[in-house]
């Protein structure tokens, strides 16, 4: 049987080797490319190999200074909400699937040398990254998240809207009879919508730890797979915006979103339905077959996200634990000044 060995990917090999399906748009090798270029650390981009055939694929990043290592996917105050392992097992076998998951997650370990009490690790792990146990079985703390994701490639847009509140739906009604427009506004648009998270952040005395920098990087290496929603009113004045990245499979309900209302009706519901509507009928979004509202772990940004009658999908963080892990946990909590909230509402 041909044994499994790891390998370190320059993000050329990375991209050649990233599946076409399957994977978050933040696998993708211009979001890592942003990461790297703003991280204070280190990246790795691991692979697996069977032979020539990679079966699996983990970006990493580490940072070191005198209180530890910490080893992170995806790294804080950059607004990411999850990346982790990809898995593409050259067999659809669940014992394939397993084993291939079993043996990468240990060559991992050890490749990184997590299993020391200095080290701390925090990874969150993707959807599509169903089978968190090896790290439960290696003495990893893994507990669960979730999101809400939208179903838009089975189901016609009257479907989709049927499975709205009906507050939802009326309040979308009321928004289309205003003359408000919501268009794609590209790089300026991200600049906009990342002045409104901050001035958001500030009216609530928070810090928002994301670079506009990484921000720009992330909209413009993406080119077309990045969409920047800005409503304007009869005047053109800006109300609200949001910047939703789009891998081949979803799109994400990212940053942006902050409270904003036009005649009493809220204008973030509009901008979302706009998103609905290109995800079904825009050519160029043709593969895209869901809406991620990233994130359904807030008691009150579920009250709202729950309206929009998306599917709950759990996802798993890994994290060390162990009385050893205090001070390279502290380290951890110096690099998420901001904490890993991003407004969505």
Known sequence: MTQLHIEQL?????????????VEVFHSSAVLDAIDQHFDGEMHLFGAYKGEQPVALFPTFERKNALGRVIVSPPPSMGIPYIGPVMMPNSPKQTAYESVNKDFSSLVMD??????????VRFICAPSYVDPRP????????????TYRIDVGTQSLDDVQAQFSSSLRKEIRKAQTFDVTVRDEGIEGARLVYDDVISRYDE????????????????????????????????GEYLSGMVVPFSNDVGYYWIGGARASYDGVSINNLIHWTVLEDIKEDDALASVTKYDLVGANTERL????????????????????????????????????????????
């Open 111 to 120: 490749e990184l040398g997590v299993r020391s009490n200095r080290a701390f």
């Open 10 to 22: 320059t993000l050329e090999e990375w991209d050649d080797t990233l599946p076409s399906s399957g």
């Open 204 to 235: 609530q005395d928070e810090a928002f730890g994301m670079p506009w920098e990484f921000l720009e990087s992330v909209v413009t290496g993406l080119g077309d797979r990045c969409r920047v929603y800005v409503a304007r009113d009869p005047d």
């Open 135 to 146: 790290f439960d079985w290696a003495g990893f703390a893994v507990s669960p998240a979730f």
């Open 302 to 345: 579920c009250n709202y996200k729950a309206k929009f009658g998306g599917e709950l999908v759990p996802y798993y963080t890994v994290e060390s634990t162990g009385v050893g892990m205090n001070l390279a946990k502290r380290t951890y909590q110096l690099l998420n000044k901001s904490g890993e909230r991003i407004p969505t509402k």
